[in-house]
């Protein structure tokens, strides 16, 4: 029998490669984006990650959604020596939620209170960053020349160890939740949402970029 795991990754891969080919992404990958435009999502990943690490941090002791919350997986202290890095000491003055980040932050704060909702945007997002995400960080850190001390912590987990035995683990523990076909699928509904969120975030960035072009 197929496991949860492979059925959620094969019925949103589609969804997987229209976040991966997003514009914003190509332009920061090819290295035509400034130290400035790269912080723009940055920014824009703290707002998502201090409301997906605050549900974390409210879930802990649930009995279902408990099994996704690692402590070692949190990301807003990284986020903030990012943006101290890319844009100095008054970080804070510069940044501000997108319309796309408040509405992803609005939904997984809304999903927060069903186990699988929360599973779905903490999978899309962490599931990712240690996946293609340590693809970007090489990338940047060739663009950039940002060493380990700063610029590219969000996607340093020196705290998990193997990420290969992690994302294992994590899969393994997805096989492990008791689910029928039909939660199954309002899963994989929530991760495409999910996915389409997160790729909203990065279009409007691409908007922004041009428009200060
Ligand atoms: C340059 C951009 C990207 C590249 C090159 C990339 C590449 C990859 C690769 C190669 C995998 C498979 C890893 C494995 O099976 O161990 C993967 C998995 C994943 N990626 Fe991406 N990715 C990118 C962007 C994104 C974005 C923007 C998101 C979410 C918004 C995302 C979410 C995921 C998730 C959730 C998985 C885990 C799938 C699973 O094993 O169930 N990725 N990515």
Redesign the pocket.
């Known amino acids: 029998m197929t496991s949860f ?1 492979e059925i ?2 094969t019925a ?2 589609a969804d ?1 490669e229209s ?2 080919d ?1 514009s914003y ?1 190509k332009e920061l ?1 090819g290295g035509r984006l400034s130290t400035e435009e790269y912080g723009e999502m940055v920014a824009q990943h703290y707002f998502a990650y201090l409301a997906l690490d605050g549900a974390s941090k409210a879930l802990a002791g649930h009995p279902v959604a408990g099994r996704f919350v690692f402590p070692e997986l949190y990301r807003q202290e990284a986020l903030e020596r990012d943006l101290h890095t890319v844009y100095g000491r008054n970080w804070r003055a510069r940044i501000g939620p997108s319309m796309a980040t408040q509405t992803l932050v609005a939904r997984i704060n809304q999903v927060a209170s069903w186990p699988g909702g929360y599973i779905a945007h903490h ?11 340590q ?2 960080r090489m990338e940047l850190q060739k663009i950039y020349g940002y060493g380990r001390d700063g610029g590219v912590d969000f996607y340093i987990f020196d705290e998990v160890g193997s990420l ?1 035995r992690f ?1 294992n683990e994590y ?1 393994a523990r997805l096989d492990a939740l008791d689910l029928d076909e039909r939660e199954q699928q309002r899963i994989i509904r929530e ?1 495409k949402l ?2 389409q969120l ?2 909203e975030v ?1 279009a409007e960035l691409l908007h922004s970029v041009k428009a200060a072009a």
């Open positions: 795991s959620l990754k949103t891969w997987h976040a991966e997003e992404l990958m999978y899309t997002r962490y599931m990712g960053d240690l996946s293609g995400g693809f970007i290969p994302k899969r991760v999910a996915y997160n790729t990065l």
